[in-house]
Each structure stands twice: as structure tokens, then as C-alpha cells.
């Protein structure tokens, strides 16, 4: 009986161990950080798995994630060497919420990364990641409501 229990005990301890735990993220600029230290080291799938990978609801979606991900990675070969980042709005929607539109600046032209943020209990995750082309409207059309808005239109 005592033999059962410590290999029950041992069988349970290392699953445990081998199951991987989806990383606690406190703060959500720390996946932002670190998702551009990785991409500014020329480390591109991997920062793209790990923005993701605060997110065991991601993993039922390889096919968006393997999209994004050969897109980004053909934007070197499209625009040129990446140059830097820069964080255009950080929009607090409420305590649980957060969204990001980050300038990531090539060579040829920029674009728009975006980030949105989930709090959970457990802490921060990723609930949408993505980038866009159109930097040029994106600040035309800020612009052009900033106009409106001062104008109490």
C-alpha cells in the first residue's frame, strides 16, 4: 500500500513538474517590453509566441497565430531593417481592459502594432494582438477627430 502511495505521489509529482504553467503577468507593459526585446533582437516567431502565450485560449487558434506570424515576418524583406517602437495610445477601457497601437518603424515605412489586454484573477493576458498598415490613416483620422472634438462638433 505504501508503494502505491509514493509512486501515486511521484507519478503526480512529475506531471506537475513537465505541465506547463501559462506565465502570471502582473503588469501588462512587461509583455509589451518583452515582446520587443525579443523582436528588436531579430527573435520574431518568438516574440509572437509569447504574446501569445499568456493565453491558453490562443493555443486553439495555430492557423491566426501562424498568419500573423509569417506576415510579420515578411515585413523585413517588404520595408527594410526594423529600425524601433514607439507606444502612440495607451487606452485604460476600465481596470480589467487595456489597448495599446504601437509605431514599429522600418526602414521603407511604419506600422501599427496593436495589444489588447485581459485581466483575469490570475493576472494580465493577451486577448488580441495584431498589426496593420495603415499608420497614415490611423493618425489622419485621430487627427481629424481631434479637430472635430475641439471644434464641439
Known amino acids: 500500500m505504501k508503494l502505491l502511495l509514493i509512486k501515486t505521489f511521484i507519478f503526480l509529482l512529475a506531471f506537475t513538474c513537465l505541465a506547463k504553467a501559462q506565465p502570471v503577468v502582473k503588469d ?8 520587443f526585446s525579443l523582436y528588436s533582437s531579430g527573435k520574431v516567431a518568438e516574440a509572437v509566441d ?8 490562443m493555443k486553439q487558434k495555430t492557423d ?9 515576418l515578411g515585413l523585413s524583406a517588404m520595408a527594410g531593417e526594423y529600425q524601433e517602437y514607439k507606444i502612440l495610445t495607451h487606452e485604460i477601457v476600465d481596470s480589467r481592459y487595456v489597448h495599446m497601437d504601437v509605431a514599429v518603424y522600418y526602414d521603407r515605412q511604419p506600422f501599427r502594432f496593436y495589444f489588447q489586454f485581459y485581466r483575469t484573477k490570475n493576472g494580465w493576458m493577451t486577448n488580441s494582438f495584431g498589426l496593420q498598415d495603415d499608420l497614415d490613416d ?6 481629424k477627430n481631434k479637430f472635430l472634438y475641439f471644434r464641439g462638433y
Open 138 to 143: 490611423w493618425i489622419a483620422e485621430r487627427a
Open 50 to 57: 509569447y504574446i501569445y502565450s499568456t493565453n491558453p485560449w
Open 64 to 72: 491566426s497565430i501562424t498568419k500573423v506570424k509569417s506576415t510579420i
Open 28 to 35: 501588462y507593459n512587461k509583455l509589451v517590453d518583452q515582446f
